[in-house]
């Protein structure tokens, strides 16, 4: 069986936490486990690592893991939090592009914001990036890696999760559709995002990931994309059932890719 790394690069959810002005115990707090940046991950099998979404944090986090290439990019949406570190591939992108996986429309919206590394000649010190679509939620292979889309919904916006192997990665839900929990059954991993305690708008809470967690039965559950409102990591996760914990930033796992 082979294995696949999972380094957990942030775990917070678009404010991250400390968040910027706050003074509540859970932003002063001393424990590293209660700090976190905007959330992403990066897979690693073999000698390849691919990134789950690549935000603001995305330098502080590579200086941090030691991290020295970047072989494909995967998108879940098109938000600040999970896009605005692209820029930032070109330290890793000077000998060839990038491969950044999404749906057209936010492919689309990444053209728009980094049009100056789409031009006819850009300039040699822009992100070398190659925009590949994921259309209608098809199943691609990337270095010999199985990758299934997930559609999930963040309120109206659809996005997307992946599912690799035997582990999925889901952030920014609130709901999905009952025809694609089917593609979640027999997890041994599943990451998915919980913001706080009470009900939110657009991201589900931690009774509902929960509940989302009980309905899949996955071996083990990791909690992410968390804002300030969850409390003290020590202090939560004791509450948690045998199967969930919350990750936190540096966390690192090994998982199933098949």
């Given at each position: 069986m082979d294995r696949m790394r999972v380094e957990f690069l942030g775990t917070g959810t678009s404010t991250g936490v400390p968040m910027i002005g706050c003074r509540c115990d859970v932003c002063r707090s001393k424990d590293s486990r209660d700090r976190r940046l905007r959330s992403s991950v990066c897979l690693t099998v073999d000698d390849k690592n691919i990134l789950i979404d690549c935000g603001p944090d995305f330098r502080q986090q590579m200086l941090r893991s030691g991290i020295d290439h970047i072989?494909?990019?995967?998108l879940t949406h098109e938000h600040y939090d999970h896009t605005s570190g692209l820029d930032e591939l070109r330290?890793?992108?000077r000998n060839n592009p990038i491969p950044i996986y999404a749906e057209p429309n936010v492919l689309d919206i990444i053209h728009q914001r980094l049009f100056y590394c789409f031009s006819k000649q850009p300039n040699p010190g822009v992100a070398h990036l190659e925009l590949k679509a994921i259309e209608n939620l098809s199943p691609f292979t990337l270095f010999g890696i199985d990758i299934e889309p997930v559609r999930v919904w963040h309120y109206r916006?659809?996005?997307i999760g992946?599912?690799?192997g035997r582990f999925a990665y889901i952030?920014?839900?609130l709901t999905i559709p009952d025809g694609e929990c089917a593609k979640l059954s027999n997890l041994d991993t599943l990451v998915v995002n919980a913001l706080r305690h009470k009900p939110h708008i657009s991201h589900q809470n931690l009774e509902s990931a929960l509940t989302f967690i009980a309905q899949l039965n996955p071996e083990q559950a990791y909690i992410t994309h968390m804002s300030h409102q969850i409390g003290f990591h020590e202090i939560e996760e004791k509450k948690l059932p045998r199967n969930v914990a919350f990750a936190y930033d540096g966390l690192t796992i090994s998982v199933s890719d098949n």
């Open positions: 072989d494909a990019v995967l330290n890793f992108s916006l659809p996005i992946y599912r690799i952030t920014d839900m």
